[in-house]
């Protein structure tokens, strides 16, 4: 056969590769609202930028008849390819070859890629839309989850390592999602649960529907497992590209800048009153962020979660940042347990990847309440305590009203080696509200005066007036500054600047014992 031959012969097989599971179910995937494996790829990445891998692989099954149905590629398809000109390598599953079951060769297929990204320092994206275990396959396939999740974790913290949910997954399908960095869903499409409500039915009596279970809302809003929900497949795909904006290819790199058209001496005058004089006035901590950052843009993260902490990207001089803010507007922005999760592995991704850290802080401490207690408050509050005196990278503070007791600690406090401490003048810093502290401390002397309220009043004022401010914590340092508000961008830039070449290290160990 002759070169002119071969290459037909090349054409014509790769061409069939491009059909999947084949029309009909092409188009049964469709009618449900997902677009195919090849449809997703096209969007993610640059166009024309992808480069197949292991596209003729075909599994060795040969129970159940398996060895009359062999589709090349398996059932996913690799490779490599680029967003905004940077290399990504990625893994699509095709739920129209075997449900996107995961055999024996499709495992070695995202290994493989797995294997390169790692080598070549690069993020890894999976698509995933799979059925779980190859069910004909046995341990073949079981064994090839493990090879996956071994190498999620020896690659964490090394590359970013971004999941999606596009379909049903089931079993194994989740786990090694539930390992990388980030998980984006799709609203009314994609599922995830280690068992189906069917199993549950039977074993636990519980009726529940798959949306209830694992749908794109109940892991954003309720379980907190996944970070990101697109309307469709194709949202959730760009929200992937501008996630990947943010970070660094590996973790030897810095983030990525870019050309900053905002002004950076920019002074926002509504700054001035978006923090109300009141202290029990409720108010959006994502305003004080938006008149901040460059172009008033913020990426958030984990938005239907734990929503009494906002955590987000954005960028300040064109440098990425990452933000944890308390959220006045909700629980007061007290920590709780979800809040404490939620911001303790932000810090820990943005510390990986040499991200910088912006406090925003008005937090009148940890929430009371039995549930917090018996939830385990102590222990997951010490997580987000664990990350951030963990984190090297540089980390200000800006404190725009409440700095209360515990949370005053944790929130990036100059003694768990924050970088920069800013505070606005009605900052108030004590060890707990002045409404608490009178009960406690003047408990006796109240009660003395037939506990009248006027006397109360008077107290309350004395404390407010001797700790509610910022000024004790600047007289010892702990605050390096007290600013005008409007004045937070320029100040904020400045001292990002300040911290550019910061170097500081924790202790040689094989790891920390983070309290999980
Ligand atoms: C082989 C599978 C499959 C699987 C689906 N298919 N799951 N083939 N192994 N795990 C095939 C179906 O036979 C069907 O083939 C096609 O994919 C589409 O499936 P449907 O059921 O028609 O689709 P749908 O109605 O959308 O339901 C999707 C689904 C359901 C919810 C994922 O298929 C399902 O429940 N599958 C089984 C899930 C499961 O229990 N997996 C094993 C988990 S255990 P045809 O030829 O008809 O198109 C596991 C262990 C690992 O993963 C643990 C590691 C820690």
Known sequence: MGIEAKLRVLKERSEATEMGGGAARIEKHHASGRLTARERIAILLDEGSFTEIDRFVVHRCTSFGMDQEKIPGDGVVCGFGTIENRLVYLFAQDFTVFGGSLSETHAAK????MDMALKNGAPVIGLNDSGGARIQE???SLAGYADIFLRNVQASGVIPQISAIMGPCAGGAVY?????????MVKNSSYMFITGPEVIRTVTHEEVSKEELGGAMTHNSISGCAQFAGADDEECLLQIRELLSFMPLNNMEEPPLKECTDDLQRCEVSLKHIVPDNPNIPYDMKEVIRAVVDDSHLFEVHEHFARNLVICFARLNGRPV?????????LAGALDVDASIKGARFVRF????????VIFEDVPGFLPGVNQELGGIIRHGAKLLYAMAEATVPKITVITRKAYGGAYCVMNSRHIRGDYSMAFPAAEIAVMGPEGAVSIIHRAEMARNGNSDGHRQALVADYREKFANPYNAAE??????VIDPVCTRPKLIRALEMCRNKRD????RKHGNIPL
């Open 176 to 184: 090694s999602p539930a390992i990388t960095d980030f998980i984006c």
């Open 110 to 113: 995202i290994v493989k890629i």
């Open 505 to 508: 290290s924790n202790p040689p």
């Open 138 to 140: 046995g341990v073949q």
């Open 350 to 357: 943005c510390d990986a990847f040499n991200i910088p850290l």
């Open 322 to 330: 990452g933000i944890v803010a308390n959220q006045p507007n909700v």
């Open 476 to 481: 010892l340092g702990y605050v390096d500054e």
